[in-house]
């Protein structure tokens, strides 16, 4: 871990058009959580209201002046932007700024370099830097330079970016060849759950919602718990036994962000593929988060974009002991809790049950005595409401809720 005097000082910039005072505000107020996750000291914010941004110098010329000046005053080390920039703006603010210029894209990248664990989660998040760095290699050479470490160049790094555009391309069609591997391996485990029967959930959420806390208090899995902006990067699968006995999989996935870029998407989608197919999805919110509808409105969109918005869902609340008295539920079905409360868990494992009962189809079977195994199997891989044992006939009459595509169902029944 960097310490204290390590740190890079940091000037945020910020450009305001069409957005509200308060959505541009906590979009900037984000931009500086996301800086002290990469290790960055901010040390000055330049903001700027416009019709829109300026196609040369995103900023206007009085302002990029001042923005000259408070990079001199501060002795800042990196100016960051809260909107993507193109190449050209880049390089036309770097003929006036003698420091590092990034945007939130490349910090988010940076971040998420920080985070990835996994093999395959470094290389992902390789590629999209990779990607995002192609088309913006004319010209960076100065800013590369510059670079030397810290903010914007984890991941990759310099050398690499330096080298010409083949070498580049060469190394992002190896990373995918690579990834393709690791897919087919991640789909056979995820063609093995299905097929397995098993009812499977997904966990998803912004950034900082509580997932991992409420991962670790579902299924007291060791994962990483941090109140930082993207704790979590490698998808993570847990078991989980419900209040009746049956068995599920519980998977958590990284956080959404609003303006998340493409780049990542297009590189977790591998990861992103464990909750695609999942049955129930457990939305996560932050009920004490200052722009909460917002956060929920990112999520309900980037779920349309994936194509996973038909999935059924259940919105947790989470962090209800610092919701304030304002606070009202937006989304429907929705539990209000804190992963941090026993009861609550326990009220949130019952509500899990009752929304499987109406994604699932009840069903009547009837084991023979002589088939306990069956029945034990029949309890772990459906929900089982009662069990009634008919004498006459020497065998259990079990009524439950089963997955339709369950093998218990029809002529799939094991007997």
């Known amino acids: 871990m960097e310490t204290k005097k390590e740190q890079e000082k940091v000037v945020l910039v910020g450009v305001q058009t069409r957005e509200t005072d308060s959505d541009f505000n906590y979009s900037l107020n984000e931009l500086a959580q996301l800086t002290e996750t990469a290790l960055g000291t901010v040390v000055g914010v330049l903001t700027q209201k416009r019709e829109r941004v300026d196609s040369r110098t995103f900023l206007g010329k009085?302002?990029?002046?001042?923005?000259?000046?408070?990079?001199?005053?501060?002795?800042?080390?990196?100016?960051?932007?809260?909107?993507?920039?193109?190449?050209g703006q880049t390089r036309n603010i770097q003929e006036s700024i003698d420091?590092?210029?990034?945007?939130?894209?490349?910090?988010?990248?940076?971040?998420?370099?920080?985070?990835?664990?996994?093999?395959e989660g470094k290389l992902q998040v390789e590629l999209a830097q990779l990607q995002y760095m192609l088309p913006r290699l004319a010209g960076q050479g100065i800013n590369l330079s510059r670079l030397g470490g810290g903010i914007g160049t984890r991941g990759p790094g310099e050398?690499?970016?330096?080298?010409?555009?083949?070498?580049i391309r060469d190394q992002v069609n190896d990373i995918k060849k690579t990834l393709k591997?690791?897919?087919?391996h991640r789909d056979r485990s995820r063609t093995q759950r299905k097929e397995s029967g098993v009812f499977q959930i997904g966990l998803i959420g912004y950034t900082n919602a509580g997932k991992s806390t409420l991962l670790n208090a579902l299924t007291q899995a060791?994962?990483?718990e941090e109140d930082q902006l993207f704790a979590t990067l490698d998808p993570l699968t847990r078991k989980l036994v419900l209040p009746t006995g049956t068995k599920v999989t519980l998977t958590d996935t990284v956080g959404f962000i609003q303006d998340l870029p493409t780049e990542l998407i297009e590189a977790f989608q591998s990861t992103l593929e464990e909750t695609r197919t999942v049955d129930l999805l457990l939305h996560v919110v932050d009920s004490s988060a200052e722009n909460?509808?917002?956060?929920?409105?990112?999520?309900?969109?980037?779920?349309?974009?994936?194509?996973?918005?038909h999935i059924p869902f259940l919105t947790v609340y989470n962090k209800k002991d610092l919701a304030d008295s304002s606070f009202s539920?937006?989304?429907?079905?929705?539990?209000?809790?804190s992963a941090k409360n026993k009861a609550d868990v326990a009220n949130l494992l019952d509500e899990i049950v009752n929304r499987m009962k109406t994604i699932m189809i009840d069903y009547q079977m009837t084991i023979n005595v002589s088939e306990g195994?069956?029945?034990i199997r029949l309890k772990q891989e459906t929900i089982v409401l009662s069990e009634e044992y008919i004498e006459e006939d020497n065998h259990y009459l079990v009524k439950g809720y089963m997955k339709k595509d369950s093998k218990w169902n029809g002529e799939n029944q094991l007997k």
């Open 99 to 119: 420091v590092k210029i990034i945007d939130r894209i490349q910090l988010i990248l940076d971040i998420f370099a920080m985070r990835a664990k996994s093999k």
């Open 292 to 309: 909460m509808v917002g956060h929920e409105k990112t999520v309900v969109k980037l779920l349309k974009d994936l194509d996973m918005d």
């Open 222 to 224: 060791d994962t990483h």
């Open 62 to 87: 009085g302002k990029l002046e001042e923005l000259v000046h408070l990079v001199e005053e501060t002795e800042a080390d990196v100016v960051i932007f809260n909107q993507a920039l193109t190449p």
């Open 329 to 337: 539920p937006g989304l429907f079905p929705n539990i209000v809790m």
């Open 159 to 167: 050398t690499k970016l330096e080298t010409d555009r083949r070498h």
């Open 181 to 184: 591997e690791t897919g087919k």
């Open 373 to 375: 195994h069956l029945l």
